[in-house]
């Protein structure tokens, strides 16, 4: 067995104290079937599914949106009780997130959902490094052997990608169209500046559950096109390296270019299309903010990942962007001057 990842993998320890166990709140929690037969097997059985959706199989959350076993130190009492074994698989796996991609070859990396994982993977200095290893710990394991025509080209496309990614001596928008040359996403030689803002601003409000209106979206648009040069520049400058292991993380942990159903061009759009609404959500929260800190950026990609994980509506919007879009100069440059 060979496991590709992150060697930040490694250096992951969780704690709730540090993110009041964000995990732990307002997500469905999923029962697995091997966690339900070890909780059958407890003295505490009974108590333990009192707290147990059986319809859903998941666990009832308290009115505050809290897993019942969080206790007051944001600690899981059933690991306190019984061990991490009886943690359920998600649980378990979380932040992790492992692919199979043939018998014996895998992928893990982590998801920036968790601000813990975030803060390991966004600010190291030094490009994210990768290694084998021979032991899963993870228990929750998506299945992409269907997906990919082979695990060992599928790894060197990926590993091809990230190399693009961290070439330090381009700018980001520039690695951005080397890997969409890569994957065979040729580009018109127009760019809409408005039009790409307006879709920008549509993708946001998905994202957001927000029922924009259309003079809301104009009014997002314009406010991004007056602000996004100065902005965006300070972000690229300041923030080059977090931009950098978000995109190398992201490419990596959602396994592009087959995350979604379609060619890898496709995929590439949607890879770049979220990077996009990331820029069009950080110029939003630096006006809102007053000012771009370390902490006001990692909050926003936090909380846009945690949306982009868990809310279908900014997803779709960005597939169906990327869908129908091919093409467009939007996915080499932001008018970068």
Known sequence: ???????????????????????????????????????????????????????????????????????????????????EEFLTAVCQSFPRVTYKLGEEIFMQAMTLTCPVAAILILLRGEPIPFEFVDKLNSRQVFDFTARISAAENFLERQQTSIKILQRRELSINERL???????????????DA??????????????????????????????????????????????????????????????????????????CRVFVTT?????????LTTISKARLTVENFLEMLCALNDKLDHSKGGMTAIKNFAASHAGENFYSMMIER
Request: glycine letters at 4%.
């Open 177 to 191: 169209k080397n890997l969409c040359d890569f994957f065979g996403e040729n580009f018109s030689t127009n760019f």
């Open 1 to 83: 067995m060979k496991i590709y990842r992150p060697t930040y993998v490694k250096d992951f320890k969780c704690d709730g104290k540090a993110c009041g166990s964000r995990c732990c709140r307002d997500w469905r929690i999923l029962l697995d079937e091997e966690t339900r037969q070890k909780y059958l097997t407890l003295p505490d059985r009974e108590e333990i599914f009192q707290h147990v959706d059986e319809a859903a199989q998941v666990f009832k959350m308290q009115s505050s949106g809290a897993c019942p076993f969080l206790d007051e130190n944001f600690l899981c009492k059933l690991q306190l009780k019984h061990g």
């Open 275 to 283: 990077y996009r609404a990331i820029e069009f959500a950080t110029v």
């Open 194 to 267: 408005i039009n790409h803002a307006l879709a920008l601003a549509e993708i946001f409000g998905k994202t957001y559950d927000a029922e924009l209106t259309a003079d809301k979206k104009v009014q997002l648009a314009e406010t991004y096109l007056v602000h996004r040069e100065s902005i965006l520049a300070q972000l690229r400058g300041n923030f080059a390296t977090v931009l950098e292991n978000y995109l190398v993380n992201e490419f990596f942990m959602r396994c592009y270019p087959c995350a979604f159903t379609g060619s890898e061009a496709f995929n």
